[in-house]
Every structure is written in C-alpha cells, then in structure tokens.
C-alpha cells in the first residue's frame, strides 16, 4: 500500500515515516500546492486539502494541520504561521507579562482521504507552555514552546524523540488502515 503526504514540512514526513514504517506501508511525499482553506478548525483544513489532493491526482492522501492555542489569549489556532510572522517571541512575553497560566497546546488533526471521497480522521492535543523568557533567539515561538514534561524549548532539539507524540494521527490512521484489509 502506497500513500502520499501532502507536506513540504521534512519533520512531519520523517515523522509519518517513522510510524507507517511499522505498519508496512509506503509514504511518498506529495510536494504539490494547496490553498489553505481559511477556518478556525484544524480538522476542517487538513479535510479540505486531502479531498481536494485525493480528487486531483488519483492517489490516497494524507494532511495534517498543526494549531497552537495560548490558553490566556485563546488564539492564534490554526493562525499561527501568520501570527507567528508578525508577533515576536519578545512581544508575546511582553503581552504574558505577570500572566500566571503560561499553559498552551497543539491541536494536531491528520486526514486521510482516498480519491473516491472516504477519509479517516483524527484530532489530538499536546499539552504546552510558554516560558518565562525567550529561550532561544532567532527561533521564532519554537524558541519559548515547551511541551509539558519536556525541560527544553522546542528549538533546542529533541524532534526525533517526539515523533510518537505528533504521529498519534498518523498511527490511527495506519491502524484503521491496516485493520480495513
């Protein structure tokens, strides 16, 4: 069985590679462009993309969609590449300033869609915080992330040993997969 990745991301496909690799299945990646459907739902932007990439090249197709949500400002979400561009670490302790619940999350939503429309789908949480200071510069919000338990910042490495925590998505769908045969 062969399915492709619609990422330009390499994390997320040593990620997807690393879990569907135990399940025997193939994973190439699908380095073609899709516009981002604009919502406020995770699972909403990773549907729509794999559909539209399953429909369009007659292969089975999988997109995740990462969020990230500050508890004390409720946002960015699905926004945070664009926020990420235009609020600097800085700026964020700035607004965090004496803010005692430092908590945040990843909601991480993975689609997988065949090209007659049937899709598999799953959402998760990863539990986050935000430190006290910026950790690592020139790292953008990956260098004052956390993830709960962890005693680094997301910039200070660690990728590979997270590759079960974010591939919960992925595993699901290997496993409906797997179990569909």
């Not at 946002?75 to 607004?95: H, Q």
């Not at 908590?103 to 598999?120: C, L, R």
């Not at 997270?162 to 997969?177: D, H, M, P, V």
């Amino acid at each position: 069985m062969k399915i492709y990745l619609l990422t330009k991301n390499p994390f997320k496909l040593k990620a997807a590679r690393a879990i569907f690799d135990d399940f025997n299945i193939e994973l190439e990646s699908l380095n073609t462009e899709y516009p981002e459907l604009q919502s406020d739902s995770s699972l909403e932007i990773a549907r729509f993309t794999a559909l539209q990439a399953a429909r369009d090249t007659n292969k089975s197709v999988i997109r995740e969609d990462h969020s990230f949500f500050v508890n004390y400002l409720g946002i960015p979400g699905p926004y945070m590449s664009y926020v990420d561009k235009r609020l600097s670490p800085d700026k964020l302790m700035e607004i965090l300033k004496g803010v005692k619940d430092r908590g945040a999350y990843f909601e991480i939503s993975s689609v997988y869609a065949d090209p007659s429309g049937k899709t598999i789908e799953h959402t998760f949480k990863v539990e986050a915080e935000i430190a006290e200071k910026v950790v690592v510069k020139n790292a953008g919000w990956d260098g004052v992330i956390s993830i709960v338990g962890e005693k680094h910042v997301l910039a200070e490495g660690g990728q590979e040993k997270r590759y079960g925590l974010f591939g919960q998505g992925y595993k699901k769908i290997a496993e409906t997969l797997i179990g569909d045969k």
